[in-house]
C-alpha cells in the first residue's frame, strides 16, 4: 500500500486538481480549463486522495454557506429571492388540470450517488439551470442554458424551494410558471461572455424585477452572493464569497459556493443588492470517494473560483432604464374589459392594492393584488347590485377598517358596495 506522506505535502489545489482531472478523463465531469492526471500520482487511489485532502482542508477549507431561502430572515436577501427562477424542461412539467403543475423530480442523494452526510441529499432536484427576471417578460439566464432551438421547450418556474426543512415546494401554481417564446439575444463564449435573455409568453406582475449594473464594474473585492438552484436543488442562497479577479472584460471571478444549476444564477452585490452578473462556469463539483460521491468546495483562496459574466455584456438588448414597468392587469387575471375609467386605492390594514372599474357587462369589478398576486373580482355580481351607469370611485374607511366602492346606477341611484 503507498505511503500518504507524498499526498501530505501537496497543496489542497494539487490535490483537488488531481482528483477532477480524474473525473474529467472518464467523462464524468467537463472542467474549464483541460487538466490531465499526474503520472506521479497514478499509485494513489481516487478514495487516498480524497481523504488526505479533506484532512488538508480542515484549517483553510472554505466554509460551505449555502442555506435553503426559508432561513432567510425579513430584508433586502430575502427580497433578491423573488426575483429567481428554476429552469425546468417542459416535459418535466406535468399539468394537474386544477390551477397548478407537478414538478418532476428526484432525490439528490441516490440521483447523483452521494456519500452520507453530503449537505441537502435528501432533497429533491429537477431544475437544469436558474434565471432571474430583468423586465416584465423578460428573463436573463445562461447562454449555455437555452437557444433558439429549445427555448420553447422551457419552463420557467418561481417557487421551487423548501417550504421547511423536510418539505419541498414541487406542486406549483400555474400562474407561477411561464413558457419561453424567443431568445432576445445572446452570447456563449467558452471563456469569455456567456448570457441569454429570453421573452416568456406573458408578463409577471407579482414578482421584482432586478436591478442590473449598466455601466462601470463591480469593485476588485466586493462582496456577492448568488441565489439559484445548485445541482437543480430547490432554492439557495449563497453568501460569504466576494470579487477575487476583475480583469477580464466580460466577466469576474468570485468564490461563491456553487454547482451545475446555478448556471444563470444571478450574482448579486451584497451591499448595493444590484446584480453585478450571471453565473456561467466554474470547478467541477462532486468528486469519486469510494464508491459513492462527495463534493469539494474550494479553499477560500484555492482552486480557480466561479465566472460570472458582467451584466454590462447585455444591458443595451434591455433598452434604456426607468422604474415604470408595464403589466396588463386584465390579461392576468381573466377580468373582462372596461367601459370606464378606472380608480385606485391601498388597504393599508391588509397590505392589498385595489383597481376599481365599470366593465362593458356595466357591472363592477375589481382588481385586487395580495401576497400572491393579482385577483379579479365581479362585485355586482357577488352583492347582486344594480348595473353602473357611470365609473365607481373607491376610497378606505381607515377607522372602521373598511373599504368602499361608490357609482351611478342604471336606475340614477348611488350605490355603494362596502368590505367589512
Known amino acids: 500500500m503507498p505511503d500518504n506522506q507524498k499526498l501530505k505535502e501537496l497543496s489542497v489545489d494539487d490535490l483537488s486538481q488531481e482528483l477532477r482531472a480524474r473525473e474529467a478523463k472518464v467523462g464524468q465531469t467537463t472542467l474549464a480549463v483541460p487538466l490531465a492526471p499526474s503520472d506521479s500520482l497514478s499509485e494513489f487511489d481516487d478514495e487516498s ?4 485532502l479533506k484532512e488538508n482542508q480542515k484549517v483553510i477549507y472554505g466554509t460551505d454557506d449555502r442555506v435553503d431561502v426559508f432561513q432567510l430572515a425579513a430584508g433586502p436577501n430575502l427580497d433578491d429571492v423573488d426575483s429567481v427562477v428554476a429552469l425546468f424542461h417542459t416535459d418535466d412539467v406535468t399539468d394537474n388540470g386544477n390551477g397548478t403543475s407537478t414538478l418532476r423530480t428526484e432525490n439528490f442523494g441516490t440521483a447523483r450517488n452521494l456519500c452520507a452526510g453530503e449537505r441537502f441529499r435528501d432533497q429533491p432536484i429537477g431544475a437544469f439551470c436558474s434565471g432571474f427576471l430583468v423586465a416584465a417578460d423578460i428573463v436573463a439566464t445562461a447562454g449555455h442554458c437555452v437557444n433558439a432551438g429549445n427555448v420553447t421547450n422551457v419552463r420557467f418556474v418561481f417557487g421551487f424551494r423548501m417550504r421547511n426543512a423536510t418539505t419541498a415546494e414541487t406542486v406549483i401554481n400555474n400562474g407561477e410558471i411561464y413558457r419561453g417564446t424567443a431568445v432576445i439575444a445572446r452570447q456563449e463564449i467558452g471563456n469569455g461572455a456567456d448570457w441569454a435573455l429570453v421573452r416568456i ?24 452572493h448568488v441565489i439559484g438552484h445548485p445541482s437543480g436543488l430547490p432554492a439557495k442562497f449563497a453568501g460569504g464569497a466576494a470579487v477575487r479577479n476583475n480583469e477580464s472584460n466580460a466577466f469576474f471571478v468570485a468564490n461563491l459556493d456553487t454547482y451545475g444549476g446555478n448556471s ?7 451591499d448595493t443588492h444590484e446584480v453585478e452578473g450571471i453565473l456561467v462556469r466554474g470547478e467541477a463539483d462532486f468528486v469519486q470517494q469510494g464508491d459513492c460521491r462527495v463534493s469539494l468546495v474550494c479553499p477560500t483562496t484555492g482552486c480557480r473560483g466561479e465566472d460570472c459574466t458582467r451584466t454590462t455584456e447585455f444591458a443595451a438588448n434591455l433598452g434604456p432604464t426607468t422604474d415604470w414597468h408595464h403589466g396588463d392587469l386584465s390579461a392576468v387575471t381573466g377580468a ?4 370606464g375609467d378606472p380608480t385606485g386605492y391601498m388597504f393599508d390594514a391588509q397590505g392589498t ?22 385577483h379579479h373580482g365581479d362585485l355586482s355580481a357577488v352583492t ?28 340614477g341611484h348611488i350605490h355603494e358596495l362596502w368590505w367589512g
Not at 373582462?336 to 367601459?339: F, N, V
Open 384 to 411: 347582486g347590485a344594480p348595473g353602473a351607469a357611470g365609473d365607481p370611485t373607491g376610497y378606505m374607511f381607515d377607522a372602521q377598517g373598511t373599504q368602499h366602492v361608490v357609482y351611478r346606477g342604471g336606475d
Open 353 to 374: 392594492q385595489h383597481v376599481v372599474y365599470r366593465g362593458g357587462d356595466g357591472h363592477i369589478h375589481e382588481l385586487w393584488w395580495g401576497a400572491d398576486g393579482w
Open 336 to 339: 373582462p374589459g372596461a367601459a
Open 264 to 270: 444563470g444564477s444571478p450574482v448579486f452585490n451584497s
Open 201 to 224: 409568453d406573458r408578463p409577471v406582475t407579482n414578482h421584482r424585477i432586478v436591478r442590473i449594473r449598466r455601466t462601470g464594474r463591480i469593485g476588485d473585492t466586493q462582496a456577492v
Open 49 to 52: 486522495i480524497a481523504n488526505v
